[in-house]
């Protein structure tokens, strides 16, 4: 049998850095079962990671594995359209606010780079708006100010990787999270070159604060720029409509991912139909067309997968179970660290939250940034000894979770507690 150690010496010959440029590239998953996982030395985790979001509903869950074995049967993929595409893009466009249209691509940060696209051919322009922390995928303009490490005057983009031209950060326009004012500004001294505002509509876990939200979308509609919301995230877990429908604001475009493949590679810019007319050369000529194509766009078999697991997200009562179990995990999280005085909060919405080692409000990146990182390293590495597999910066709750789960979840959290404290 080969276990991890092994695993981890031969994936340093073959992968930089040794991993897939992923998650922690030391520990080596084998398998899923509703919320749990086991390593390849057979070390059982409680699953808070869920694959980065993806599996709200549990690995393995029979409804979505008997649909994908009847798929697998008859194809698995064509470079071609397929029913089950369609019936998952109507899914699509009767579930969330600002969706009239749908185009597949295999990622999210394709589904960002896309969204990006449309916004610069619908509107003309090319400057392009972000908040510092803000992710939106792997593209140069998404590199930029995600996780500066020194603070810089806005709106000035920081490259956070190596390989990109300086004229990507000439159309970058960055500003703060929350800080509508800041925003306001920036749109007045730009706003005739800015093609949209990018927008995680809860960034990695801090809360638009009431109005900030609505203040971008009156901004844009100010300056006749886009309003794009990174739902990669968010879309399926908030609501079924998403975030744009628990905050009651709807944007021109945005981006869907994780949850709409369930568990398959499978993402989608979706919007306003005159502006995802672009991606049809008969209605916008050939200046106007935006070339988009994928081998595995719009797969069938990430296509009847993510329908099954919305058919399953549609029954009565499914979000209010998740945020009752988001609700509990917070209070297991932060009951022992109140009892044991030590400084923390919860930042989030139940169905996607993190503890943070300040007492500071989390309201930027900054904010959370400069938190206590060590003792967030601490108490996580702690939790992953005692059976704990999670983000260093984010908790996933899932559907599949049972009462032991969290029994289990409640011992390792008290554990963690004891060795920072």
Same mark, same amino acid.
């Given at each position: ?83 089950? @595409? ?50 939106? =995928? ?52 730009? =706003? ?22 609505? @203040? ?41 991912? &994780?949850?709409? @493949? ?25 200046? @106007? ?85 060590? &003792? ?46």
């Amino acid at each position: 049998m080969v276990d991890q150690q092994q695993w981890r010496k031969r994936a340093a010959q073959v992968l930089p850095a040794a991993g897939f440029g992923n998650f922690d590239p030391s520990i080596f998953i084998k398998r899923g079962d509703g919320a749990r996982v086991w390593d390849e030395d057979g070390k059982e985790y409680i699953d808070y990671l869920i694959g980065s979001g993806p599996m709200l509903i549990g690995h393995g869950h029979p409804e979505v594995l008997d649909t994908v074995r009847s798929q697998l049967g008859e194809g698995m993929t064509f470079f071609a359209n397929n029913a089950a @595409g369609v019936e998952l893009a109507e899914e699509i466009c009767a579930a969330v606010p600002c969706a009239e249209q749908v185009r597949y691509v295999t990622s999210g940060g394709e589904a960002d780079m896309y969204a990006i696209r449309l916004a610069r051919a619908f509107t003309g322009r090319s400057k392009l708006l972000k908040f510092e922390g803000g992710y939106h =995928g792997m593209s140069a303009e998404a590199q930029m100010s995600l996780a500066p490490s020194r603070d810089v005057n806005f709106p000035q983009a920081v490259p956070d990787s190596a390989g990109i031209p300086q004229g990507v950060a000439d159309e970058m326009i960055v500003s703060q999270f929350n800080d509508l004012e800041l925003t306001a500004s920036l749109m007045s001294e730009f =706003g005739d070159q800015i093609a949209a505002i990018i927008v995680e509509p809860l960034q990695r876990v801090v809360p638009p604060e009431d109005g900030f939200l609505q @203040g971008l979308r009156d901004l844009c509609d100010q300056h006749g720029a886009l309003l794009i919301f990174d739902e990669i995230v968010t879309g399926f877990r908030f609501s079924y409509g998403g975030a744009q429908e628990l905050y009651g604001v709807t944007p021109d475009l945005c981006s869907l991912g &994780k949850i709409i @493949g369930g568990g398959f590679p499978l993402a989608a810019t979706v919007g306003r139909r005159d502006v995802m007319s672009h991606f049809d050369k008969a209605i916008v000529g050939a200046e @106007g067309f935006l070339m988009q194509l994928g081998t595995l766009s719009g797969n069938p078999v990430a296509a009847v997968a993510g329908l099954k697991t919305m058919e399953i997200l549609r029954r009565p009562g499914s979000y209010e179970r998740l945020r009752e179990i988001g609700y509990e995990l917070q209070s297991i999280f932060s009951d022992p660290l109140r009892e044991a005085g030590i400084p923390h909060q919860v930042v989030g919405d139940p169905t996607l939250f993190d503890i943070v080692f300040s007492e500071k409000p989390m309201r930027n990146y900054r904010h959370t940034r400069d938190a206590d990182q060590q &003792k967030n390293a601490r108490f996580n590495a702690v939790l992953r000894e005692n059976g704990i597999f999670k983000s260093p910066a984010k908790c996933y709750p899932c559907l599949a979770l049972t009462d032991d789960d969290l029994a289990w979840t409640r011992q390792a959290v008290v554990k963690a507690v004891t060795a920072i404290a």
